[in-house]
């Protein structure tokens, strides 16, 4: 499965960057499924251009309260851009014209050596160019290119621009063994520890140094389970009067990773429990459809008694309500404690994500259910469900064709999604279910 192209959008602060996101990703933004722990104030969507499907990241929304911070924002924030995009949209201002911090991020982004496609932004006359348009060649990042954010003006000339730098589709997709595994979490949980304790080396993740920072790095294991890449999404440590950026930086490194990868390791700190944050971060991977495994570490530092352990699996599962179907394994990082079962667990999950089950099948479950709990009926009609397939794999997606969509109540859908899980297992993995009307066109 070819992962989609990724368009960065980055810049310094009120140069229009999140208005220029909202205006590519367009109506899309509006139709996210409401699912609980993921914050509404998105950074990332999906869009489309030409046939082609691609997410764009808003680097933006960072106002530093100090001068001396901007400079440590900005590299900070197109760091992480630089790092994941395949192409990166530099948003400037025609109304300051060409700033030393447009010097100071265009010299970031060359040495790079990513595609970048400059964006001149708040040229809201139509009509003829604003000269002013023509200093940006200063910065040595090819032609700038007039828009205005607020009505449109000249977005299709830079998607155009964005599009000629995505890589050639590919239909086949490469037999690959290798599972990508994305651990996430919020700072200091020990996602470094644990990469670090499997890789048998010590390595800094996280320079002191501002905008140095490291993560995000894809790191090869082989080892007697398989053949695995592990993409770090080590937090950043900032002071507490940062903490809410630092909240959006650590959410959209997870975005990105999670995009990436096959299996998502949830980490939190078993000693703190489920905190609002770590609901976020979880939301994300569930939202994605990824195969999902919530890891406690710390439990060495964890004072214990009889039935600790099953007390807390119960409580991380009560907070974590809307990803019931994740395995919870507690760990230690500094030990070393369950970490082969880790592995196990990971060759698990991905398995059940990519599971196909026979139409046939579906239907016998289907018909088995629907004999123990009738379909709901409202006024006299009843639910009449026709039958059930499976349409794609991570995550297994299937649709449920019916007379009425809206008497399949979501209660009854969640039952049916529980008598799919009892017998298949599908254990570690969301499910798509699709309702479909008799007569409805297919999407």
């Known amino acids: 499965m070819s992962t989609k192209p990724l368009v960065a959008i980055v810049g310094r602060p009120n140069v229009g960057k999140s208005m220029l996101f909202n205006k590519l990703v367009g109506k899309r933004l509006s139709i996210v499924e409401d699912t609980p722990g993921v914050t509404r104030d998105r950074l990332y969507a999906e869009a489309e251009w030409c ?20 400079l440590a924002f900005m590299r900070e924030q197109a760091m992480i851009a630089i790092e994941s995009a395949t192409v990166i949209v530099l948003v400037t201002d025609i109304r300051t014209g060409v700033t030393a911090e447009d010097k100071e991020v265009a010299t970031m982004l060359k040495r790079s050596r990513k595609p970048v496609v400059l964006a001149v932004n708040k040229a ?15 910065l040595g990042l090819g032609d ?4 205005s954010a607020v009505h449109g003006h000249g977005t299709d000339e830079l998607l155009d621009a964005c599009l000629e730098q995505f890589p050639e589709e590919t239909d086949e997709d490469e037999e690959d063994d290798t599972i990508k595994v994305a651990v996430i979490g ?34 090869p294991v082989e080892n007697q389970f398989g053949k695995y890449v592990f993409i770090d999404t080590a937090g950043i440590r900032r002071k507490s009067r940062v903490e809410e ?15 990436r990868a096959d299996v998502c390791v949830i980490m939190i700190d078993a000693r703190e429990g489920v ?38 699996r119960k409580r991380i599962m009560a907070d974590l309500s809307f ?12 030990t070393g404690q369950r970490v082969d079962r880790l592995f196990e667990l990971i060759n698990f999950v991905y398995d059940q994500n990519s599971m196909r089950i026979k139409t046939g099948m579906l239907n016998e479950v289907l018909a088995d259910a629907m004999a123990r709990v009738q379909p709901p009926s409202d006024k006299g009609r009843r639910l009449k469900i026709y039958y059930m397939t499976q349409t794609g794999i991570r995550p297994p997606n299937f649709v449920v064709f019916c007379n009425r969509k809206d008497l399949f109540h979501f209660s009854y859908q969640r039952y049916i999604e529980n008598q799919i ?9 969301p499910i798509r279910l699709v309702i479909r009307q008799k007569g409805d066109k297919t999407p």
């Open 51 to 70: 046939g082609r499907t691609f997410d764009v990241v808003d680097t933006g929304g960072i106002e530093p309260r100090t001068d001396s911070e901007l």
């Open 124 to 138: 809201d006359s139509t009509g003829t160019v604003d000269p002013t348009v023509y200093e940006f060649y200063e």
């Open 144 to 147: 700038p290119i007039a828009i």
């Open 186 to 219: 919020k700072p200091n949980v020990g996602k470094s520890s644990l990469i670090n304790l499997i890789l048998g080396e010590k390595r800094v993740i996280v320079s002191d140094v501002a905008g140095t920072t490291r993560d995000a790095v894809d790191t």
């Open 245 to 259: 950026r630092v909240e959006k930086f650590s959410v959209m490194r997870a975005h990105l990773a999670i995009e």
């Open 275 to 312: 905190t609002e944050q770590d609901t976020k971060i979880a939301g994300l991977a569930h939202e994605a459809g990824k195969a999902c495994i919530v890891v406690a570490n710390k439990w060495d530092l964890v004072e214990k008694n009889t039935g600790t352990m099953e007390k807390e």
């Open 323 to 334: 990803m019931s179907y994740a395995p919870v394994l507690f760990i230690s990082a500094m």
């Open 421 to 429: 899980r009892a017998t298949f297992g599908l254990e570690g993995t």
